[in-house]
């Protein structure tokens, strides 16, 4: 079964950090692009960060220099290592992959994890 | 980076047919036909039902379509069904191998 699981979420502390992980069971995360989207509580969808099979890395300008996407193709994992996380970076964090048959569409989603940055 | 605006909710009786807008810039919707769509439910994640404008991923049903004209598109629902009533959010390729969501519309099944 084709499924990707998040971890990693919880309460940090403004300008703390935090690494979520996303792991994937039935196909290759090397073989696909995948990404990080976020959800405020009660708000809409934003995207985070994208990391292609060639391993180029991009991100939103809300994250840029903040925000680090990476992956281990040993555990089949996507990481977004986050650091000087603000009030604002509080989210639900999703991990999905790239559509084999689209440019830039997402096909299946983690359950997400929850990140709460608060003093 | 701005979100492409989506009207907050949009509503009708079963049956009949409900659309929403999507609406960019020439830097986004309107500069690449790579327009995708995404159902969610109330505390689950999202859904991808169209990408590429038009495109129906399998297993989604055809009362599903999607269209664009300049920098704007579209999503119809035809044959609203009460399975229906969920969020739906537009995302569009926006260049420089980065992409932007739409601020999201409650369908609401009267």
């Known amino acids: 079964e084709v499924q990707l699981v998040e971890s990693g979420g919880g309460l940090i502390q403004p300008g703390g950090s935090l690494r979520l992980s996303c792991a994937a069971s039935?196909?290759?995360?090397?073989?696909?692009?995948m990404t990080w989207v976020r959800q405020a509580p009660g708000g809409g969808l934003e995207w985070v960060s994208v990391i292609y099979s060639a391993g180029d890395t991009y991100y939103a300008d809300a994250v840029k220099g903040r925000f680090t996407i990476s992956r281990d193709n040993s555990v089949n994992t996507v990481y977004l290592q986050m650091t000087s996380l603000k009030a604002e970076d509080t989210a639900l964090y999703y991990c999905?992959?790239?559509?084999?048959?689209?440019?830039?569409?997402?096909?299946?989603w983690g359950q997400g994890t929850l990140v709460t940055v608060s003093s | 980076q701005s979100a492409l605006t989506q009207p907050r909710s949009v509503s009708g009786s079963p049956g009949q047919s409900v659309t929403i807008s999507c609406t960019g810039t020439?830097?986004?919707?309107?500069?690449?036909?790579?327009v995708s769509w995404y159902q969610q439910h109330p505390g689950k994640a999202p859904k991808l039902m169209i990408y590429?404008?038009?495109k129906r991923p399998s297993g989604v049903p055809d009362r599903f379509s999607g269209s664009k004209s300049g920098n704007a598109a579209s999503l119809t629902i035809s044959g609203l069904q009460a399975e229906d009533e969920a969020d739906y959010y537009c995302c569009s390729y926006a260049g420089r191998y980065t992409r932007v969501f739409g601020t999201g519309t409650k369908v609401t099944v009267l």
């Open positions: 590429d404008v038009s």
């Open positions: 999905a992959k790239g559509y084999t048959y689209a440019y830039d569409a997402f096909d299946i």
């Open positions: 039935g196909f290759k995360v090397s073989s696909n692009y």
């Open positions: 020439s830097s986004d919707v309107g500069g690449f036909d790579y």
